[in-house]
């Protein structure tokens, strides 16, 4: 299996340099005001830009509306949208129908119920990325430096294309996320989860 790697939060020139100088296969941007990494479209704008074809591009957005959508992906043409908010999975289908982009969706878990939250997303997103969810009073749905135990996620298939930032079990850490037939996109494991 080829393994891809996946570095997000990326606000400034030197460490999206620094990133795909190490070779990443995918850079990702926020556009969440709250978040510590979050990028003004300017600056979006000129950080996409700079990615010069040498990596993909993907845009974390929080229950971004259709006028923030459509500007953004104006400036940046990402290839990828990583929707990290409350969006259904209608909203997720049409989104993929509108911008025609490959569409990843974030699910919060803490305990293995939250894993049938998850269900309806298989069929809208291209990719299922759970996150632990957030401690109480966190203004951030995710990225928030918790850990999940990875072995809630036993008995997924793995086939379905699925990512897992978190992990809090040292015999996971080496599978990132579960490859769709043919292809695979994954993230280094990191000692400390990073804010979206």
């Known amino acids: 299996m080829t393994v891809a790697i996946k570095i997000c939060g990326i606000s400034t020139e030197d460490t999206l340099d620094a990133a795909l100088d190490a070779g990443a296969d995918v850079v990702g941007f926020v556009s969440f005001p709250k978040s510590p990494r979050h990028v003004e479209p300017d600056r979006l704008a000129a950080l996409a830009a700079k990615v010069g074809g040498r990596a993909r591009v993907a ?5 971004a509306d259709d006028a923030l959508l459509t500007a953004l992906t104006a400036v940046a043409a990402p290839d990828i949208l990583q929707l990290h908010g409350s969006e259904t999975p209608e909203r997720v289908a049409e989104l993929k129908e509108r911008y025609g982009r490959e569409i990843w969706k974030a699910v919060a878990i803490s305990d293995a119920s ?83």
Do not use: H, I, M
């Open 114 to 196: 939250d894993l049938a939250r998850a269900e309806p997303y298989w069929a809208a997103a291209d990719r299922v990325l759970f996150d632990a969810k957030p401690p109480k009073g966190s203004v951030l749905p995710g990225g928030n430096g918790v850990a999940f135990d990875w072995g809630l996620l036993a008995g997924l298939d793995p086939k379905r294309p699925s990512c897992f930032p978190g992990a809090s079990t040292p015999a996971t850490s080496r599978r990132r996320c579960a490859p769709r037939p043919l292809q695979s996109s994954t993230s280094r494991p990191a000692s400390k989860a990073r804010p979206a």
């Open 59 to 63: 845009l974390l957005t929080v229950d």
